[in-house]
């Protein structure tokens, strides 16, 4: 994706100081959703990072993570893999807890959703601290996958959600703060 095409999406991305807790800059990523076209400047630019890596499976995260990884997945004609907050899938689940920029949280994936061997891509709006990342990773590995890449349409930078994301995994951040 060129500089141009990623400059306008970074000027999409809206900053709220103060949300949802004191000292947090949340990223608002609704702009880029309710204008069409860089709904689909969004996705294009994150399918470019996963085309040919021959995945067969897109894994987001509860919630916005959903929006983007359906779309990418649509596009790839990958199937979809939703990684849920507690308690929310109604089947036999995997669980991870994990802490986050803000508070704690646990996250569950089906156990039949990713098939031993299966390559997967995860796609997510945002890498902060990195945990969820890091747990969303685990719960695939867990089943037996093989999780190929992870791309982020937002990487705070500054806090180096890298380091806690698994080794030989493929991390693309497409605007980095
Ligand atoms: P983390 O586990 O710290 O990498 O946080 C990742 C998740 O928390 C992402 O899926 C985001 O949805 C959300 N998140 C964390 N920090 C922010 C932020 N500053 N702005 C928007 N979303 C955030």
């Given at each position: 994706?060129?500089?141009?095409?990623?400059?306008?999406?970074?000027?999409?991305?809206?900053?709220?100081?103060?949300?949802?807790?004191?000292?947090?800059?949340?990223?608002?990523?609704?702009?880029?959703?309710?204008?069409?076209?860089?709904?689909?400047?969004?996705?294009?630019?994150?399918?470019?990072?996963?085309?040919?890596?021959?995945?067969?499976?897109?894994?987001?995260?509860?919630?916005?993570?959903?929006?983007?990884?359906?779309?990418?997945?649509?596009?790839?004609?990958?199937?979809?893999?939703?990684?849920?907050?507690?308690?929310?899938?109604?089947?036999?689940?995997?669980?991870?807890?994990?802490?986050?920029?803000?508070?704690?949280?646990?996250?569950?994936?089906?156990?039949?959703?990713?098939?031993p061997g299966e390559r997967v891509w995860l796609?997510?709006?945002?890498?902060?601290?990195?945990?969820?990342?890091?747990?969303?990773?685990?719960?695939?590995?867990?089943?037996?996958?093989?999780?190929?890449?992870?791309?982020?349409?937002?990487?705070?930078?500054?806090?180096?959600?890298?380091?806690?994301?698994?080794?030989?995994?493929?991390?693309?951040?497409?605007?980095?703060?």
């Amino acid at each position: 994706m060129s500089s141009t095409r990623l400059d306008t999406l970074r000027a999409a991305v809206r900053d709220v100081p103060d949300f949802p807790s004191p000292g947090i800059v949340f990223k608002d990523i609704t702009p880029m959703l309710s204008d069409g076209a860089l709904f689909k400047l969004t996705i294009d630019a994150l399918v470019e990072t996963v085309a040919g890596s021959g995945v067969t499976k897109i894994v987001g995260i509860d919630a916005r993570g959903f929006i983007f990884a359906a779309a990418v997945a649509d596009r790839l004609g990958c199937g979809f893999v939703p990684v849920r907050k507690k308690g929310k899938l109604p089947w036999k689940t995997e669980g991870v807890s994990y802490d986050l920029e803000y508070g704690s949280n646990k996250i569950e994936i089906h156990a039949d959703a990713v098939l031993p061997g299966e390559r997967v891509w995860l796609v997510d709006d945002v890498l902060a601290t990195g945990g969820t990342a890091a747990a969303a990773a685990e719960l695939v590995q867990r089943l037996g996958g093989v999780l190929a890449g992870m791309t982020f349409l937002i990487e705070l930078g500054f806090l180096d959600g890298r380091k806690l994301l698994p080794e030989g995994v493929d991390v693309a951040g497409l605007l980095v703060y």
